[in-house]
């Protein structure tokens, strides 16, 4: 068969048929794991909804569900476009308006996710400077959220999409 460019084919590749729905799959794996995390936060006490997410430990479940994934993408045979699928669908729970979107915890852990498949996907930064750049001004201005996403390194702030953007001309 013929291999795709930067693909590697390996006999036992997909068809492409079987790998949309195998990296549909995976993203609807990966936001069950996002709607678990969800439901720690809205079945816990309020006070857990605005701690920051590093004042819990490691094993605490929240940590472990970003660890959760990681370890998902980093598994999936399509991972580039697994992560970078899952990754628009996480970014854009930062600001749809729900309690977790909206909760520093909530904040924090989808940040937190961002971060870990940027481990894996290395464009991720890139991805989400240019999400973030072509967002709503609400989201754009959102200092919290632009201090967070840089603290984060997922946003670029020196990106020339960003600067576009930002400054007017």
């Known amino acids: 068969g013929m291999s795709m460019p930067g693909g590697g084919n390996s006999p036992g ?5 079987q790998a949309s729905e195998h990296v549909r799959s995976m ?3 990966l936001m069950a794991v996002v709607t678990k995390a969800e439901e720690i936060v809205m079945r816990s006490p309020p006070q857990l909804a605005g701690s920051p997410l590093t004042s819990l430990p490691q094993s605490h ?3 472990q ?4 994934c990681k370890a998902l993408v980093a598994q999936a045979m399509a991972r580039d476009e697994v992560t970078v699928l899952f990754a628009d669908r996480v970014f854009r729970r930062l600001y749809d308006q729900s309690k977790f979107g909206r909760c520093q915890i909530g904040v924090e852990w989808l940040c ?3 971060s870990a498949l940027a481990d894996v996907t290395k464009r991720i930064p890139k991805d989400v400077t240019l999400w973030f750049s072509q ?3 609400e989201v754009k201005y959102n200092t919290n959220l632009t201090v967070l996403l840089v603290q984060h390194r997922l946003l670029n702030l ?3 999409e960003y600067l576009k953007e930002m400054i007017p001309p």
């Not at 590749?13 to 048929?17: E, F, I, L, V």
């Open 27 to 29: 993203v609807e794996k």
């Open 65 to 68: 569900r970003v660890q959760e």
């Open 158 to 160: 020196n990106a020339p």
């Open 112 to 114: 937190a996710t961002l």
């Open 135 to 137: 967002a709503s001004n």
């Open 13 to 17: 590749a997909p068809a492409p048929a």
């Open 61 to 63: 479940d929240l940590p």
